[in-house]
């Protein structure tokens, strides 16, 4: 591997954190400095929190589980709570 193949492979890493937990690190994506071409919309990555979950049953909502649903890039598009 050359010096000018390292530089190419720079991986980027991406943090996915609870919206609702500030500084809660629920998983980070290792991924090449580029934007993934498979991307589309339905493409997700679904993250159980289990702080949010506790939070919501203290204040006397029925959960069963909370979902936090990230894009590919790490943004957060939504998050779902099952009752």
């Known amino acids: ?10 991986l980027e890493a991406v943090e996915l954190r609870c919206p609702e937990t500030a500084g809660k690190l629920l998983a ?7 934007q993934p071409s498979f991307v589309r919309p ?9 702080s949010c979950k506790l939070s919501r ?3 006397g909502q029925r959960v069963a589980r ?7 890039l790490g943004e ?6 099952v009752e």
Not at 28 to 34: C, D, L, S, V, Y
Not at 42 to 50: D, F, P, T
């Open 28 to 34: 980070k994506i290792q991924r090449a400095g580029e």
């Open 76 to 81: 957060l598009v939504e998050t779902l709570v």
């Open 57 to 59: 049953r203290r204040s």
């Open 42 to 50: 339905e493409n997700l990555i679904e993250l159980n929190c289990e």
């Open 66 to 72: 909370v979902l936090h649903r990230f894009d590919i």
């Open 1 to 10: 591997m050359t010096l000018a193949m390292v530089a190419a492979v720079s």
